[in-house]
């Protein structure tokens, strides 16, 4: 799930000053889908710090504790969850290294007994974020940034550099590059069902994929109280972009057999943004947005989104929001039953792959305990055709110093 942001560049369009805050935010997100399926627990903080009014610091820190299941094909025989003859105890973080001794379940199955459902999921995340904001003398802006995320089965490191431009000296018009890479460290588990490695021991082979995000926007101030943003993207993904816990079913008609879906090392993906904002009176703003995507694995979507921010009382903001999201098209390789694959190179099941439509709702507030300390509380519902449902709950405080 994507959920999108007003950049520090569209900001400073609006806002009268370049001077960023001093604060502290401590935020705690609790995520629950239904039907017993994914539980994220995830408190984080971000450190905002301005030196003067060329230089920007902020940190960011993230730990996830990711629990409950998740729905794919399996041997209804193997075991009682239908993967591995050994799982782990029930909220236990496995080792980052740790050998992987079993193989999720899979290898040839009696018709009977291939069944879809829940597999048990236990998993940890820390990430840790720094991004350097300098302003040159015509306030035109550099952002440089730093990612690490660590998981049991996933090494994360990201750089990413973005320079806004002002086109005119009264600072209305401006553009906008950025760019980020990302490596990823996948610990794959081997097996003879596996894709990527087609070790028999029951070991662990850790194989690289490669992310990158290129991007160009063009701001422009259209009235004293708002203004608008297109931007462009640029998304190509090399490497292991299987995902190693995902399995189909081939030759279901003759001989089935369950194995690891198998995705293409390449992905080239593309689109445009366009973002309004207005601010409709001195206490209320308006945000419309739109978001069109397409790929070579033959996915298209659409994301039309508002937001709206009204401060009732001087010491209270509320907030409501509205996310469309339709996925038109599913990929080439992309299949739900479990009697279409036999010896294609390509196949998955995973529904984020199919055509499917989704939406969420969003509510939230704001409020000032002081003039520098703000709490804030926002519950979201979020909805898919494919009978995922969820919410999640983000509060927390900010502390201006």
């Known amino acids: 799930m994507q959920l999108s942001r007003i950049s520090f560049a569209a900001c400073a369009l ?8 001093d604060y502290v935010s401590v935020q705690y997100l609790h995520y629950d889908e239904a039907d017993g399926r994914i539980t994220v627990s995830a408190p984080s903080f971000e450190i905002n710090v301005d030196f003067g009014v060329d230089d920007t610091l902020n940190f960011t820190g993230t730990y996830d504790a990711i629990s409950g299941a998740s729905p794919t094909y399996y041997d209804a025989s193997s075991s009682a969850s239908g993967i591995a003859e050994k799982p782990a105890s029930p909220g236990a973080a496995r080792p980052r290294k740790a050998p992987i001794s079993y193989d999720l379940g899979r290898g040839p199955v009696s018709r009977e007994n291939v069944a879809f459902g829940n597999i048990d999921i236990s998993e940890r995340r820390n990430a840790l974020g720094a991004l350097y904001t300098h302003r040159f003398g015509s306030r035109d802006e550099l952002r440089l940034g730093l990612n690490w995320s660590l998981e049991y089965d996933l090494y994360l490191y990201e750089g990413s550099a973005e320079y806004m431009h002002y086109l005119d000296p009264s600072k209305n018009r401006a553009v906008t590059f950025g760019a980020s890479y990302q490596y ?8 003879p069902y596996s894709s990527g490695c087609d070790a028999s021991s029951g070991s662990s082979k850790q194989i690289a994929s490669h992310h990158y995000n290129l991007q160009a926007a063009y701001s422009q101030v259209l009235s004293p109280r708002s203004f ?4 462009v993207f640029y998304l190509p993904e090399t ?11 081939r030759h279901y008609d003759t001989a ?3 194995v690891n879906e198998r995705r293409p090392d390449t992905r080239h993906a593309g689109g445009v943004m366009l973002e309004y904002f207005d601010a409709l009176t001195p206490e209320a703003s308006l945000h419309l947005g739109y978001r069109y995507y397409l790929d070579d694995w033959k996915v298209r979507s ?4 508002i937001k709206l921010f009204d401060r009732i009382l001087p010491k209270l903001r509320i907030e409501a929001g509205y996310r469309y999201y339709v996925q038109s098209a599913a990929a080439y390789f992309y299949s739900g039953s479990r009697d279409t694959f036999t010896d294609e190179r390509y196949a998955s099941s995973d529904e984020r792959l199919s055509a499917f439509n989704a939406y969420e709702t969003t509510l939230g507030a704001t409020y000032w305990l002081r003039r520098d300390l703000r709490l804030n509380f926002s519950y979201s519902h979020y909805e898919q055709s494919t009978r995922l449902r969820a919410h999640y709950i983000v509060t927390g405080f900010r502390y201006d110093f």
């Open 184 to 191: 990823h460290a996948n610990l794959v588990p081997c097996g």
């Open 302 to 305: 659409h994301t039309p989104y």
């Open 239 to 249: 490497g292991y972009l299987t995902n190693s816990y995902k399995n189909v079913v």
């Open 14 to 21: 609006l806002a009268a000053s370049l001077h960023a805050d």
């Open 256 to 258: 089935p057999v369950i």
């Open 228 to 231: 608008a943003k297109a931007s």
